[in-house]
């Protein structure tokens, strides 16, 4: 079946400073969309970003992906870290049934 | 936007009791799910729901575990008899194509 990974539970970074959150999956369909999740605490998750598109930059609120299904990665990236963008973050894919979420990753910025 | 109500956010229940999780969905969306949360780890899909129908369910979807929407009412997930291992954040989720989700912001359930 299908799965995400997300190798990092948690990434500190100081604020103004780049991140990239990792992710990599596993998947038997050719037609998928993937995204990345935001949760704040004790809020719902939210899209932060979707592609579908091979080798497509994908842009939102700062941040960035491409997804490169020759390395079945799709990382998260953002150039400048701010205070705000601690929280947690899901990569998910779907293959037209439900998102499949990897084990999420806490970022957390500091000051 | 539009949003997902979960009522109640909170629930304590003693193991062995039933309790009904519900989900306020957003209107005219079609495609329902769950997903269970255990505190520290990843979220997991449940089951989504379509038509009045199941239409997938993983394994944690025990058979003690039930979901419907009687009349385009609630979308609610139904956990009898509940079990120890039953706690944690049960998220709600709808759709109207099937790709893009609106999430809930959880409800927290504590089976003692």
């Known amino acids: 079946g299908d799965s995400v990974t997300q190798t990092e539970g948690l990434v500190t970074v100081t604020e103004g400073l780049p991140v990239k959150l990792n992710c990599t999956y596993q998947?038997?369909?050719?037609?998928?969309?993937f995204f990345w999740y935001v949760q704040y605490l004790n809020e719902a998750p939210q899209v932060l970003l979707k592609?579908?598109?091979?080798?497509k930059r994908t842009e939102h609120q700062g941040f960035h992906a491409t997804l490169h299904k020759s390395s079945s990665s799709f990382h998260l990236q953002k150039s400048s870290a701010q205070l705000s963008d601690s929280a947690l973050y899901y990569c998910?894919?779907?293959?037209?049934?439900?998102?499949?979420f990897g084990a999420g990753t806490k970022l957390s910025v500091k000051p | 936007g539009p949003k997902v109500l979960q009522i109640p956010s909170h629930q304590i229940i003693d193991m062995g009791q039933m309790v009904t999780l519900n989900c306020d969905p957003v209107?005219?969306?079609?495609?329902f799910y769950w997903y269970k949360q255990i505190l520290g780890q990843q979220m997991e899909f449940l089951v989504n729901?379509?038509?009045?129908?199941?239409?997938?369910k993983s394994k944690l979807f025990k058979d003690q575990f039930s979901v419907e929407r009687p009349d385009g009412s609630y979308f609610t997930l139904k956990i009898q008899p509940t079990a120890l291992e039953d706690s944690a954040v049960y998220f709600c989720?709808?759709?109207?194509?099937?790709?893009?989700?609106?999430f809930g912001s959880g409800t927290r359930l504590l089976v003692i």
């Open positions: 592609s579908s598109t091979d080798n």
């Open positions: 998910a894919l779907n293959n037209n049934n439900a998102p499949r």
């Open positions: 209107s005219n969306h079609l495609y």
């Open positions: 729901f379509y038509n009045g129908k199941v239409m997938e």
């Open positions: 998947t038997t369909y050719l037609t998928i969309a």
């Open positions: 989720a709808s759709s109207w194509t099937g790709a893009d989700y609106t």
